[in-house]
């Protein structure tokens, strides 16, 4: 796994000031005109549908770059299941500066808590296997700290964070390097040295034999199906440890999730936690 931790993500007060700035320009000119700069409002974020919560540091970051003023009382953590209905926070102070955040904050909120839901309906489908989650870097540039951090929220484990901090040799590596053998020979030393990980992509059960001798920590095992993915694990349990860890990677759904991590590999890593998690409908609401 990653040597650099997702969570908790840094910087957040500059992304929400910048994402305010985007958003209000020169002036909320509907609030500005509509409503007394003196009035005070009491507004609740709500859920709309079941999920798990995920982005409160940012979404609290938000209000307060928006306005420090503002009184907020949260009713939930990053990791927090709520239903529809379930208040998240209470926010309490100007109305104008409620309303001016109210979009960003949302939109953070909503597509970080999407994500986190995602992960955890991914990750209840492997309670009864011994294989876990992982994210991938599948991620919104500038976003990857706080996506990765939601997908923990849903019970996702960090694959790494970036290129830096793990090696990772896939396909076009291979090319590159002039074969399995030669990449794997080029990388572990150096890796070693530095204390970081060495990951191979392989495609079929000649590929994974050529790379086992090497000694790889470990092996993904590029779109096999459940069939080869059980021929996989067990050349790699035949041979003497200590043995690589095995990914499964590749087209993986709801569906299939159960079938692959019942061939008994370590890690079945997804990239739609990230790239396609729908945003949790969530609502801000204002008393009257």
Known sequence: MSRRRAAPATGVADLARAWLAEDIGD?????????????????????????????????????????????????????????????????????????????????????????ATLAARYARALRDSDARLLDTRKTTPGWRRLEKAAAVAGGAVNHRMGLDDMVLIKENHIRGAGGIGRALAAAIPRARAEG?????????????????????????LDNMAPRELEEAVRRVRATPGPHPLLEASGGVTLDTLRAVAATGVDFVSVGAITHSAPALDLALEVDR
């Not at 990791?79 to 926070?89: C, I, K, S, T, W």
């Not at 990951?199 to 086992?212: G, K, P, Q, S």
């Open 27 to 115: 002036g909320d000119r509907t609030s500005e005109w509509t409503i007394d700069p003196a009035t005070r409002g009491t507004a609740r974020i709500v859920a709309r549908a079941a999920g798990v919560v995920a982005g409160v540091e940012l979404a609290d970051a938000t209000l307060a770059a928006a306005d420090p003023d503002l009184e907020r009382v949260w009713r939930v953590a990053d990791g927090d299941a709520v239903d529809p209905g379930d208040e998240l926070v209470r926010i309490v102070g100007s109305l104008r500066s409620i309303l001016a955040a109210e979009r960003v904050t949302l939109n953070g909120l909503s597509h970080l808590s999407g994500v």
């Open 196 to 220: 970081l990980e060495v990951e191979i992509e392989v495609t079929d059960v000649d590929e994974l034999l050529e790379a086992l001798p090497h000694g790889p920590d470990r092996i993904l």
